[in-house]
C-alpha cells in the first residue's frame, strides 16, 4: 500500500499569511496526487488534481505542486474562508485510493 | 454537473447491515462511483469503487468481504451494502463520483451517518 503523510498535522495562520502544507508517498505516484479541502459538518471539495491543476470554480490563491513523492499545497494569502482542514490523496492505481491523515488550519 | 443525494441517516444495532443510497442527477457510464467514510474526529477512508456501465467493482481489501456495491441504472442510483456492523463502522459515509482517470474525486454527496450502537 501506498502510505501518505501531511505535515503539519495542524497549523496557527493569519489571514493574509503564506500557507504551504507538504504530502510525501511512500513511493512513487507521478503526478496521481488530488488536495481536497473539509470543512466542519460538510463534504470534501476538490481543489487540485494531478498534482497541480486548479479545479474549476477554486480560487486563484491555491496552487500545487511537486510529483513522484513529494507534493505541497500553498495557499498565497490565506482568507477567512479557507480555515479548514486538507487532505491530499494519492490515485496512482485505480485499485487502491489512499489519503493523507489531514491538516487542520486554524486562525492564529 | 452531476449532483450526487445520499439517503438519509441510519442507526443500526451491532451485527446488522446497513444499504446507502445514492441518486446521480444525470446518470453517466463513464467514471467511477465511489465510497468513502469518515469516522467522527478522524480522517477519509476510501472503501472502493463500481463501475457504472459494467457494475465491475473493486474494494479495499479491509472490506473485501463486507461490503458490496451495486447499481440500478434505471433510477440512476448506486448503493454500498455494509455487513456486520459494528461500532468501529460508526462513520459518515459518502458517495462520490470520479468523472475520469485523472480527475481524482470530482463531486462529492452530502454523507450519510451511520450510527452503530446497542
Known amino acids: 500500500d501506498i502510505q501518505m503523510t501531511q505535515s503539519p498535522s495542524t497549523l496557527s495562520a493569519y489571514v493574509g499569511d503564506r500557507v504551504t502544507i507538504t504530502c510525501r508517498a511512500s513511493?512513487?505516484?507521478?503526478?496521481?496526487l488530488a488536495w481536497y479541502q473539509q470543512k466542519p459538518g460538510k463534504a470534501p471539495k476538490r481543489l487540485i488534481y494531478?498534482?497541480?491543476s486548479l479545479a474549476s470554480g477554486v480560487p486563484s490563491r491555491f496552487s500545487g505542486s511537486g510529483s513522484g513523492t513529494e507534493f505541497t499545497l500553498t495557499i498565497s494569502s490565506l482568507q477567512p474562508d479557507d480555515f479548514a482542514t486538507y487532505y491530499c490523496?494519492?490515485?496512482?492505481?485505480?485499485?487502491?485510493?489512499?489519503f493523507g491523515q489531514g491538516t487542520k488550519i486554524e486562525i492564529k | 454537473q452531476v449532483q450526487l443525494v445520499q439517503s438519509g441517516a441510519e442507526v443500526k444495532k451491532p451485527g446488522a447491515s446497513v444499504k446507502v443510497s445514492c441518486k446521480a442527477s444525470?446518470?453517466?457510464?463513464?467514471?467511477?462511483y465511489n465510497w468513502v467514510r469518515q469516522a467522527p474526529g478522524q480522517g477519509l477512508e476510501w472503501m472502493g469503487w463500481?463501475?457504472?456501465?459494467?457494475?465491475?467493482?473493486n474494494y479495499a481489501q479491509k472490506f473485501q468481504g463486507w461490503v458490496t456495491m451495486t447499481k440500478d441504472t434505471s433510477i440512476s442510483t448506486v448503493y454500498m451494502d455494509l455487513s456486520r456492523l459494528t461500532s468501529d463502522d460508526t462513520a459518515v459515509y459518502y458517495c462520490?463520483?470520479?468523472?475520469?482517470?485523472?480527475?481524482?474525486?470530482?463531486?462529492w454527496g452530502q454523507g450519510t451517518m451511520v450510527t452503530v450502537s446497542s
Open positions: 462520490v463520483y470520479a468523472s475520469g482517470t485523472d480527475s481524482a474525486f470530482d463531486i
Open positions: 444525470e446518470y453517466t457510464f463513464t467514471g467511477y
Open positions: 463500481i463501475n457504472p456501465n459494467t457494475g465491475a467493482t
Open positions: 513511493q512513487s505516484v507521478n503526478s496521481w
Open positions: 494531478k498534482a497541480s
Open positions: 490523496q494519492q490515485y496512482k492505481s485505480y485499485f487502491l485510493y489512499t
